[in-house]
Every structure is written in C-alpha cells, then in structure tokens.
C-alpha cells in the first residue's frame, strides 16, 4: 500500500478524528455550496475567504511588529520560499500515466459508440436513458450530496470496521457446532470468553 493509498485508508476510516472532521466538513460545505451557488461564486467566495485570512493576518504582523519595533519578517516567509516547481521528470510520469488512462477510455468509448459489442452498446444506452430519467429529478451535485461518496465514503468503512464479520461467523461457528454463540459465550469481540 503506497503513502496516499495510506493517507486516504486514515481519512476514510477516522484515524485521526480531527483531520477526517475537518476534510469530511469542508468537502460537505463545498458540496452543498455547488448546490446552492454557481461554481463561479463559489470559487470567488473561497478566494475572499482566503484572501481576508491571509491580508488579515499580513497587517496584523506587519502592526505587531512596527509596535513592538522587532524584525520577526513575513508571516508567510517559510510558504513563499518553497520550491512548487514541478520536475519535467515529475511532470513526464504524471502525463504518461494520464495519457495510459485517456486512451484507455477513447478506446472503450469507440468500442462502445461504434457498436463492437452490441449487448454492451445496448446496456450503455439503457443506462443512459434511466439516467435521463434520475437527471430530471436530481442534479449532479445533489446526487454527489445524496448517494455521495462523501457520506458512505466517511461512514461505510468505520461501520465495516466496527461490526465486521469474522470468520467463524461465516463458517458457522464450528467450535459451537454450527450454533450461534448466545450472549456470554463464544468469540470474545462478541461480549463472550474464547473456548
């Protein structure tokens, strides 16, 4: 498993509760935001947003430090002197990849537009005509909200995690033979003493 494949398996099953609360929170906000406004405001709403942080706290530096007569420096020194740069080797690598995936689905697409299969040109085009249908109820960014992978994506993995089930569950708890333990007996994660 990579550092993001890492990263993402923390955020999703509320690792560190805080950060998860943070990104869960202001991926809804967005979300319901796109819901409401046009991504246009929204985006011009998020760079004031930013911008009146940023100027706020750059005038209140700049007072402090005329005030008490020192020399502390920019507030944002240590972000402005970073290297953002991106590598032509960094740069090369992304591209390939994307480029890998894009001609993965022009070819898909033509094989299903052209018709080369025609059992699954046929399925493409009744999901789509049940989608015209979900589309004259909803609007994309409600079923984001709704089904979203926002909410099952922040739920489903600790619940899983929670109320998994283990192995003698599913062969039929053979050290019972074959009965449920009751309330007491059987799995410790269950309440019960092991056997």
Known sequence: MGEEDTVLHDLLFWRDVRKTG????ASLLLLL???????????????????????????YKAVVQAVQKSEEGH??????????????ETFQAHATTVAHHLNQALRLLLRLFLVEDLVDS???AM???????????FNGITLLILGKTELLAFTLPPLYEKYKVSPE??????????????????????????P
């Open 127 to 137: 999901s789509m005509w049940l989608l015209t249908y979900v589309g004259a109820v």
């Open 33 to 59: 935001s796109l819901a409401t406004l046009s991504a246009v405001s929204v985006v011009a709403h998020l760079a004031l947003a930013l911008l009146s942080v940023t100027i706020s706290l750059r005038v």
């Open 122 to 124: 046929v399925k493409l």
């Open 75 to 88: 507030p944002f020194r240590a972000y402005l002197e970073l290297d953002v740069t991106l590598s032509p």
């Open 22 to 25: 943070i990104v869960f929170g």
């Open 169 to 194: 569950m599913e062969r039929g708890h053979p050290q019972n033979g074959g009965r449920v333990p009751q309330k007491g007996e059987g799995h410790p994660q269950n309440g019960g003493s092991a």
